[in-house]
């Protein structure tokens, strides 16, 4: 059992190097720490629902550097941001700014959770009534209807 473990560790290790292989050397933890930050808030414009981070994709190991190389320029997280942007659009940023021309990214959930209950109640409305209760000389008159049909039937 034993050997069995270590040869499972000895399997995984080729795993480890994928996952740690998107780290950079950074002199300050800080800067290290705002990088990861950065990866992990911008999105990678091929896999579109992957960050930098987590991306193989080549397009997002070139952003990975480019990112870098802006932070190892001394640019702020504002000015990587804006950079991206200006090539990718705001596709690249998970968290799109608030403006007229994203208002419906941002207000779409509300209209259709909105229209939803709309339809919920139209629906509702529409449902048929359950029948009262027939009164006594309602259910004689069926009765003798029933009888007659009967008859006629015979």
């Not at 050997?3 to 950074?26: E, M, N, Q, R, T």
């Not at 720490?33 to 950065?38: K, M, P, T």
């Not at 608030?98 to 109640?121: E, H, N, S, V």
């Amino acid at each position: 059992m034993k050997h069995c473990l270590w040869l499972l560790c000895l399997i995984a290790l080729p795993s480890w190097s994928v996952i740690d292989g998107h780290k950079y050397p950074f002199q300050d933890p800080e800067d290290a720490a705002r990088f990861e930050q950065l990866a992990e808030d911008l999105r990678c414009p091929k896999c579109q629902n992957q960050n930098l981070a987590d991306s193989n994709a080549p397009v997002a190991a070139d952003l990975r550097d480019k990112v870098y190389e802006l932070m190892q320029e001394g640019k702020s997280d504002d000015e990587v941001v804006t950079y991206l942007v200006d090539r990718y659009g705001d596709f690249v940023r998970y968290k799109p700014p608030f403006r007229l021309d994203t208002l419906l990214l941002w207000g779409g959930p509300a209209l259709l959770l909105l229209f939803g209950i709309l339809l919920l109640a139209l629906l509702r409305r529409q449902q048929v009534q359950p029948v009262a209760e027939l009164s006594a000389e309602e259910r004689a008159r069926l009765e003798a209807l029933k009888s007659s049909l009967d008859e006629e039937n015979k």
